[in-house]
């Protein structure tokens, strides 16, 4: 009743870590405590509602130079001394390459019925259109498409999750040059046309706000590009190449979104849409000002992808202050836009407070200047985040901001379907694992306000 009325449909991908049956039982009577809540309230979520988990190509897969496969962006980065922290890298991740049917078994045993993979750019096409379609990645994935399929989970595939090969970036930029609209689209081709006829969730891009962002403006992902005031990189414009490579990026969206329309859909009777990376931002205070920083955040984070697929233009708060400087689209590019999505998928983790900087002054690089639409969207109120912190410096925990995301989709795009795609906990202190009660108590919270949004 509650999806058909809001025409609300979430898809909640969530990882999980057992809990050691020898820890406490706080966690346990707690939990306990919340599940006889939702009893009383007989509130169950709908027989076709996706309960899943979640990998990314380069982080899980492994397998880096296997079976034909050549180097992504990411391979090349994470070889660069300094860019990564503790200098990991995702030559052999967690090898699900050669690991998946195991990790499958477990999806199985854990009971998902759906699993949100992507897929591997520079394993099915190590040269881009500039060469040969690499028969050794498709068939693997044909393969392991066809195992989840056996065990009864959904696939759900997203084209390409921050990784390119890196023969593009050598060849013309990526992201900051037009032509990549016709690499993506030609990479597309081919997945819709192998595997299409068995998956029937396509997501083309995961989080391409994140991607442009932290690629373009503040360079701590590849291509390490970015302004000294915004990062630590030896080339690059914060300012305006975050606006090109969204701009090619969005442009590439529509061209596969059309394409799997016009040559795909109708036989294979698939959906497909966008995952972005949201965040709910909150007013650092009453005042109006502040609340239209709020405004400008969303505007500047989310809706700077979403409102030109949907609207066909950008948000009126970017044309206001961006001008000339924010790319136009083309006559071509409007007629195919709009619209250009079955579905939104929503990343959804923390929550922030914005404040204003149009009134005020804000510190150059940190927050608050014209490319981040003058808000500062890392603000303190009384000296504390939104939310309560965890050990990990971007993250904190405000379930609130589940229920107000969602509605704030749900309204603005005039009930398109939405899938949560990404939720979870994180820690930095690995000690507390198998005692699991923070993880608990979070994924209960989100859940009680997925419900409420729900309704």
């Known amino acids: ?34 599940r006889e809540i939702n009893a009383e309230e007989n509130f169950h979520f709908p027989k076709n509602f996706l309960f899943g988990t979640a990998s990314s190509a380069y982080q ?21 001394s300094g860019k990564i922290a503790d200098g990991s890298h995702g030559k052999i991740a967690v090898d699900h390459y050669h690991r998946y049917p195991g990790d499958l078994d477990l999806m199985e045993d854990l009971g998902v019925n759906s699993y949100r993979l992507s897929l591997s750019w520079a ?18 994935y044909n393969r392991m498409i066809n195992d989840i399929l056996k065990r009864g989970i959904e696939p ?11 023969e593009l970036e050598f060849r013309y930029g990526s992201w900051l040059n037009p032509q990549i609209r016709e690499d993506f689209e030609h990479y597309a081709n081919i997945c819709f046309r192998h595997f299409g006829d068995r998956v029937k969730f396509w997501a083309t891009f995961n989080e391409p706000n994140v991607q442009v962002i932290l690629g373009y403006r503040t360079g701590t992902y590849p291509p390490s590009r970015c302004s000294k005031t915004f990062g630590n990189c030896s080339c690059g414009d914060s300012y305006i190449e975050p606006l090109l490579a969204a701009h090619n990026i969005i442009r590439s969206h529509v061209a ?39 405004e400008r955040a969303q ?7 979403l409102d030109p697929v949907v609207f066909g233009r950008y948000p009126r708060e970017m044309q206001e202050i961006l001008g000339e400087d924010l790319p136009e689209f083309t006559k071509d590019d409007l007629k195919s836009s709009k619209n250009a999505l079955d579905f939104i998928g929503i990343n959804q983790y923390t929550s922030r407070y914005a404040k204003d900087c149009l009134h005020s002054i804000c510190e150059p690089g940190k927050g608050g200047s014209k490319a981040e639409g003058f808000v500062y969207a890392k603000a303190l109120k009384d000296g ?14 405000y379930p609130q901001g589940m229920e107000e995301m969602l509605m704030y989709a749900t309204k603005r795009y005039k009930n398109i379907p939405l899938y949560v795609t990404e939720n979870g906990f994180g820690e930095n202190n690995t000690g507390v694992l198998l005692n699991d009660y923070q993880r608990v108590k979070f994924m209960s919270n989100y859940l009680d306000a997925l419900k409420r949004a729900m309704r």
């Open 1 to 34: 009743m509650y999806i058909s009325q809001f025409r609300l449909w979430l898809l909640c991908f969530i990882i999980i870590t057992l809990v050691s049956l020898s820890s406490s039982s706080r966690w346990y009577d707690d939990h306990i405590s919340l």
């Open 60 to 80: 899980y897969e492994g397998a880096y130079l296997t079976d034909g496969k050549t180097l992504s962006n990411w391979d090349v980065f994470t070889n660069i």
């Open 123 to 140: 394993r099915i096409l190590p040269k881009g259109r500039f060469g040969d379609v690499n028969m050794g990645g498709i068939d693997h």
């Open 156 to 166: 759900f595939v997203t084209l390409t999750h921050y990784d390119i090969p890196q």
């Open 256 to 294: 596969a979104v059309n394409l799997y329309r016009t040559k795909f859909q109708e036989q294979q009777r698939g959906k497909i849409g966008i995952v972005m990376n949201t965040i709910w931002f909150e007013p650092v205070s009453d005042s109006l000002a502040d609340r239209l920083a709020a």
């Open 299 to 305: 505007a500047f984070y989310l809706t700077w992808f």
């Open 384 to 397: 504390l985040p939104l939310g309560e912190p965890t050990g990990v410096n971007w993250f904190s925990v």
